[in-house]
């Protein structure tokens, strides 16, 4: 049986695993090279597949118990969000990152969930900026330490409307597309890689 009929198999098990192959390398490497963090999940809502991105606020974040509790509960509504209505979307969650969201789907049924986040919705030039904004946030988990969370945004990224989030958002389309792909046969770097190559190209500012 070749790869094109295992595709087609309508015997499929649709509950697919993404944590084989080489998809863990490839969310990495993807992960590397945006600068954002990444991460897939099963259509159960475990997450299959992800990376170290808690390098930033959100390590701090869901470091506390509020932060951790309210985390999960953003999570767990986009993915019920995402299963009814089946189409890729961007959510600003509770903290005020933004979270671009984009369901993996096979012959119609959803499998998994792509994730794209600890995003900023604008660029901050100062901690004052970054205090003003999240003070709500620094109240609610207690965070003491408001120099080491002012640092701790260093390597996180913005996404500005409406230009560089709609290609953000179409970019991670195509990237779970070639995921649920590969799922059911076998793609390397440079084979994944020549598949989305055109459609990095709008990301020289977040590269």
């Known amino acids: 049986m070749d790869k094109t009929t295992q595709i087609l198999d309508p ?122 904004f999240f003070e709500n946030l620094i109240g609610m988990v207690r965070i003491k330490d408001r120099d080491s969370f002012c640092k701790s945004f260093l390597q996180v990224k913005s996404l500005e409307p409406d230009f560089q989030r709609i290609n953000f958002l179409q970019f991670l389309t195509k990237i779970g597309e070639n995921f649920v792909e590969m799922a059911f046969s076998d793609k390397t770097w440079p084979i994944f890689y020549r598949a989305i190559k055109d459609d990095i190209k709008p990301f020289g500012l977040i590269i």
Request: glycine fraction near 8%.
């Open 11 to 132: 015997n499929i098990n649709l509950h697919v695993s993404f944590a084989q192959g080489h998809i863990p390398e490839l969310l990495r490497k993807l992960e590397n090279f945006v600068g954002i963090p990444l991460s897939l999940r099963s259509n159960s809502g475990e997450v299959v597949c992800k990376t170290d991105y808690f390098f930033g606020p959100c390590s701090i974040i869901r470091g506390t118990e509020i932060g951790r509790q309210n985390c999960r509960k953003t999570y767990q509504n986009i993915e019920q969000k995402l299963f009814n209505r089946k189409s890729p979307y961007v959510n600003i969650c509770y903290a005020g990152f933004l979270i671009f969201a984009v369901p993996l789907e096979f012959r119609g049924e959803m499998i998994g969930t792509l994730f794209g986040a600890q995003i900023l919705p604008q660029k901050f030039s100062s901690n004052v900026e970054i205090t003003s």
